[in-house]
């Protein structure tokens, strides 16, 4: 007999209550009811006296990896545990940004995760799982980022992927899915891509990988709130995460309440999130007060592809829940903020995907509202690397390039000199 050590750990329905044993069931929503399902912990009947330890013990430590965190987590045996060595990255301080803005601004960095991407925290929790579950082919939906790691671990794992992906996807992530042995199915004119795989899910019975329809993903974005409370020596105030679907706000907050209810953590802070204003539905939901957030904008309007999704999945309903409980805001940012921001966090010496600027972008509306005062401490989740999408600031930088030929070697000594003209 196999025993888990976290077995009370379970998926749970998140409307008609139905449990599922994470270890046997392959099942992505709940059977009964079509709901979404989420991983729930009993901590009490654990009795776990490591958990602030785990938590705690790990202050000075600054390369906390995912799997550090195993026991908050679910997982399988060690053996099926899929990694790539993610996580880790430190939270800096971003001091030219906090001395602009009058604000402590501290970064949490995901680019240097095997794909370049905060994605690579909850595939490698999610494929773990599934190779335990003996999944076999694996199916998503994703601008870019979330497909590229989920290739890179079911690769790894030997579970065939199929990637449903837009027209409109970057040469560098489509080539990097295909690199990775993955099946790219472009879907010209797909508006709604959660409407296609639930389509194709009623049809042929097979594993998802999408964010809150896998409910494994969201998990290894909690580690974003341990990391908040092991690396920073402070109460942070916010946490500003860029909004595609939701499951990387959703997961730090979850991440936070367990905290809490773990009882090693106290004053948790306030969530903020951001949209690229051609597709702000989320935002727009949260501002009139609503539960669920309904289609708007077009993703081809905006630079941020990453977050470039019109429908909202589900409705949006848990990242608004997330915002609602942690009295967080909704904020939307126009592609120029975006760029600018892209270019400010090059500064700091981050070179980063336009999603991950909004997170900037954002601080910087929240700074000039008043939503954020001076003095706060806000952590800014940066989602992924520039390096994925780095045609969204080419018409920007390109006319910083100088071009000459041998004969010109004077004008390079005049830039060698502080002189370009
Ligand atoms: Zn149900």
């Known amino acids: 007999v196999v025993v888990h050590r976290n077995c009370e ?45 785990i938590l705690k013990g ?33 939270i800096r301080r971003l001091s030219k940004v906090s001395e602009m803005l009058g604000v402590k601004v501290y970064a949490k960095y995901y680019g240097t995760n095997p794909t370049g991407t905060h994605k690579d925290l909850g595939m490698s929790v999610a494929v773990s799982m599934a190779k335990e579950l003996k999944v076999k082919t694996a199916l998503t939906f994703s601008t870019g980022n979330a497909a590229t790691s989920l290739a890179a671990y079911a690769n790894l794992a030997g579970i065939r992927t199929i990637v449903l992906t837009r027209d409109e996807i970057s040469r560098e992530k489509l080539l990097n899915i295909l690199a990775l042995g993955a099946t790219v199915v472009q879907v010209s004119g797909l508006k709604d891509p959660w409407k296609a795989l639930n389509k194709v899910r009623k049809k042929v019975r097979v594993y998802t990988f999408t964010n809150f329809v896998n409910p494994f993903r969201a998990e290894g974005h909690k580690t974003l709130a341990y990391e908040v409370f092991a690396k920073l020596h402070e109460d942070a105030d916010f946490v500003v995460c860029p909004l595609g679907t939701g499951g990387g706000l959703w997961g730090t907050w979850k991440g936070f309440k367990e905290m809490r209810t773990l009882g090693v953590m106290d004053n948790l802070p306030r969530m903020v999130a951001v949209q690229p204003e051609a597709v702000m539905h989320t935002v727009k939901a949260f501002k009139e007060g609503k539960e669920t957030a309904e ?56 070179f980063v995907e336009p999603a991950a600027a909004t997170a900037l972008a954002a601080l910087k509306r929240e700074v000039d509202n008043g939503f954020v005062s001076k003095g706060d401490t806000v952590v800014l989740s940066l989602t992924g690397t520039g390096l994925k999408q780095p045609e969204a600031i080419e018409e920007t930088v390109r006319n910083g390039i100088v071009k000459m030929g041998m004969e010109d070697l004077d004008r390079l000594f005049k830039i060698i000199v502080g002189d370009p003209t």
């Open 9 to 53: 750990t379970r998926l749970e329905c998140e409307r008609c209550g139905q449990i599922y044993d994470i270890h046997c069931d392959v099942v992505n929503t709940c059977e009964r009811c079509g709901s979404l399902l989420e991983v729930k912990y009993d901590f009490e009947r654990a009795g776990n006296p490591d958990v602030s330890l």
């Open 58 to 90: 790990s202050n000075k430590c600054d390369s906390l990896m995912l799997w550090h965190f195993k026991e908050l987590l679910p997982h399988p045996l060690d053996s099926d545990i899929v990694t790539l060595g993610e996580g880790g990255s430190p």
């Open 295 to 350: 289609a708007f904008g077009e993703g081809r309007n905006t630079v941020v592809q990453s977050l470039a999704d019109s429908e909202p999945f589900y409705g949006a309903t848990r990242p608004l829940q997330a915002l609602k409980e942690s009295r967080g805001d909704a904020v939307s940012v126009t592609d120029q903020e975006v760029i600018a921001s892209v270019l400010e966090l090059g500064k700091e010496g981050y």
